[in-house]
């Protein structure tokens, strides 16, 4: 127990003011908890386990989920800086955690402006049929490489800049191996879901298998994004 509570590097103090501490505290949660599994539920579970899928089409709680689990890690990330700046900075000792720390703010913003410009759906349920979705146009296209791209590529440099600030912070030692078993565990789920083909391409999971659809005729975008074989009657 003494070896778990004592900091990792025993030669110097963890000793962190309450406004660094809820910083931490709100960042991995937003960072090492919550935007992870919401890239996990938007890769994996466009089909739902139970979803009679064909038949049943555009199954949406993966969206809805998503959604509101990054927008909540957003707003935890807004307090988390606020957090930062009423402390009066990072300190000496985490500069490269904070200078990554702004460059992620920065991008993340960039992500959460790119949902805005994704374009319409469109699609035979909707009154209009044409749509940037549905007719997979080259700003959906865009959006879909930037936003997976910048996505997984966040994710990962936010992941190392929490390992930075534990480092600076001098973090004890049951802090370092909660995170790492609960990376551990994201990770294995992960490779797992994808080994069982879960990463379903979301135009197919919308739209349904016809090839008769536009999008079905082109490749889906995102490494390791399948198709689901299809026959018809």
């Not at 501490?21 to 960042?27: A, D, I, L, N």
């Not at 913003?109 to 007719?135: N, V």
């Not at 370092?176 to 565990?185: A, P």
Request: glycine share 12%; aromatic share 12%.
């Amino acid at each position: 127990m003494e070896w778990l509570l004592a900091p990792i590097d025993p030669s110097r103090p963890h000793d962190l003011g309450p406004l660094l501490s809820w910083h931490g505290r709100v960042m991995m949660l937003a960072w090492g908890v919550m935007i992870p599994i919401g890239v996990l539920i938007a890769r994996f579970y466009k089909i739902m386990p139970r979803q009679n899928w064909p038949v049943e089409l555009d199954n949406k709680t993966w969206w809805w989920t998503h959604l509101g689990l990054q927008q909540g890690a957003s707003a935890l990330m807004i307090v988390g800086l606020a957090l930062v700046l009423l402390n009066g900075g990072d300190g000496q000792g985490a500069v490269v955690h904070a200078r990554i720390g702004w460059g992620i703010l920065a991008v993340c913003a960039l992500q959460l402006l790119s949902g805005w410009l994704r374009g319409s759906k469109g699609g035979p349920t909707e009154e209009c049929g044409r749509g940037d979705h549905y007719e997979m146009s080259w700003r959906r296209c865009l959006f879909e490489r930037f936003h997976k791209t910048i996505g997984y590529s966040l994710l990962l440099l936010a992941w190392y800049t929490i390992l930075l600030g534990l480092l600076a912070a001098n973090a004890p030692v049951w802090m370092w191996m909660c995170i790492l078993i609960w990376w551990s565990l994201l990770i294995s789920i992960f490779i797992i879901l994808q080994s069982r083909g879960r990463a379903i391409d979301t135009y197919q999971a919308i739209y349904g298998p016809d090839d008769s659809h536009p999008g079905n005729r082109r490749r889906p975008i995102g490494w390791g994004i399948k198709r689901r074989p299809w026959e018809k009657e």
